[in-house]
């Protein structure tokens, strides 16, 4: 089973950029999937998640700025990321289980290698 993230880079504050997750046939609806971040010196945090009903948690710093969205015809999670802020510098994991509650809290044993955002 893989989660595959992409779509990161290097934007301007105020930029935006659309992270993927792509995930193996093993990753279906059923599964609650979400995104997390972890600066340099920090904990790893919640970003966004998304479970197999459609219901979703943003964390507050990202609230009415990022989107979280994914597609299970492609098994594929997305991350729309608008008005970035220097503060979003992170990087990025996608994570998936088909139980809500450890993608809720990070507990979820299966994760992406990540993808660099960096807002200057």
């Known amino acids: 089973v893989q989660l595959v993230e992409s779509g990161g880079g290097s934007v301007e504050a105020g930029g935006s950029l659309r992270l993927i997750c792509e995930a193996s046939?093993?990753?279906?609806?059923?599964?609650?999937m979400g995104w997390f971040r972890q600066a340099p010196g920090k904990e790893r945090e919640a970003v966004a998640t998304i479970d197999g009903w459609g219901r979703i948690t943003y964390a507050d710093s990202v609230k009415g700025r990022f989107t979280i969205s994914k597609d299970d015809v492609k098994n594929t999670l997305y991350l729309q990321m608008n008005s970035l802020k220097p503060e979003d510098t992170a990087m990025y994991y996608c994570?998936?289980?088909?139980?809500?509650?450890?993608?809720?809290?990070?507990?979820?044993?299966?994760w992406g290698q990540g993808t660099q955002v960096t807002v200057s």
């Open positions: 994570t998936a289980s088909l139980d809500r509650s450890r993608v809720v809290d990070g507990t979820s044993r299966l």
């Open positions: 046939v093993y990753v279906d609806s059923t599964h609650c």
